[in-house]
């Protein structure tokens, strides 16, 4: 069974910063893509960051291109984002997801909520203005 457990939300005036960090268990973690979604309530799910398997591409949301960063170890199975120049819009809670099956490298592929087939509890980010 696969599992997600996110960390490293909290509140941070705007222009601050945040790193969230998500320990996935339950399967090799390095054979799968991962990515970060944010959603409020009463939306959609919103992509923001995705990263291969490798680490060796990585794709961000238009909103946050050049503010955040996404990375993984896969020698400690964990995936982070670096949330840099946070802005107000930024609230929501974040979410790790894993992508269903190994293979996923596109853009396309990475940016659609189709993609992926776990995620965790969400973790809260709020950003004061």
């Known amino acids: 069974q696969v599992q997600l457990v996110e960390s490293g939300g909290g509140l941070v005036q705007a222009g601050g910063s945040l790193r969230l960090s998500c320990a996935a268990s339950?399967?090799?973690?390095?054979?799968?893509?991962m990515g970060w979604f944010r959603q409020a309530p009463g939306k959609e799910r919103e992509f923001v960051a995705a990263?291969?398997?490798?680490?060796?591409?990585?794709y961000y949301a238009d909103s946050v291109k050049g503010r955040f960063t996404i990375s993984r170890d896969n020698a400690k199975n964990t995936v982070y984002l670096q949330m840099n120049s946070q802005k107000p819009e930024d609230t929501d809670v974040y979410y790790c997801?894993?992508?269903?099956?190994?293979?996923?490298?596109?853009?396309?592929?990475?940016?659609?909520?189709?993609?992926?087939?776990?995620w965790g509890q969400g973790t809260q980010v709020t950003v004061s203005s």
């Open positions: 339950g399967r090799t973690f390095s054979r799968y893509a």
């Open positions: 997801e894993a992508a269903g099956r190994p293979g996923y490298n596109s853009a396309e592929q990475l940016m659609g909520v189709g993609t992926y087939d776990y």
């Open positions: 990263i291969t398997w490798s680490g060796g591409s990585r």
